[in-house]
């Protein structure tokens, strides 16, 4: 069963599921299956690959989030990875931002489905342009699985974390010295770790990387 995939996966990573959380990832999966027929929001639907490839892989996230009590998940797509962290972590904020409407209009309805009161939803191209104008805060950290990282997020992340904060991604394939390269870009980033995770999650190898922003305003 893919529930038991999910526990054991989670408990590889420290985690022990309560039983709502493994109902909420079932109505997760649920809906995501049944919301797919229409709006073709992931290529990945049978169950134990939804729990492997999305649920497990978004879950890579969680220690080295640490303590940060309010998350920016950019480019979340149909939730990934910021709803499976909002699960197991129900006293973070998260707020989930795509440029996609099918994207926001299945995280306004699974996050009320799911009942998370942690979660806001912005329907918006974020961009180093308007980060600034979006929000008046920064954030401790921010998470990504965006396949453009360095393009798009990196410019964002220089604009919106708070000294000290961290940029998570996480990427199969990832390029130190192309990293290094955008990094030179933006003074106040650097790459602070690159290592493979727990678990594989998306791919039979996968790393997560951490760019860390400065101490300095």
Known sequence: MWQNELIAGARLLGLEL???QVVQFAVYLAELKRWNK??????ITEPLEVVNKHFLDSLNYLTPLGGAQEILDLGSGPGFPG??????LPQTKFVLVDARRKKTIFLTFITQQLGLKNVEIIHLHLSHENAKTTFERCFPAIISRAVTILRDVVPVASSLLAPEGQL????AHPDRQEIGGELEKWPDLFLEKLEKTRLSGRAPELYLGIIRKTGAR
Request: proline share 5%; no cysteine.
């Open 18 to 20: 309560t039983t709502r």
């Open 38 to 43: 229409t709006y073709s929001l992931t290529t």
């Open 83 to 88: 709803l499976p962290l909002a699960i197991v």
């Open 168 to 171: 998570i991604f996480t990427d």
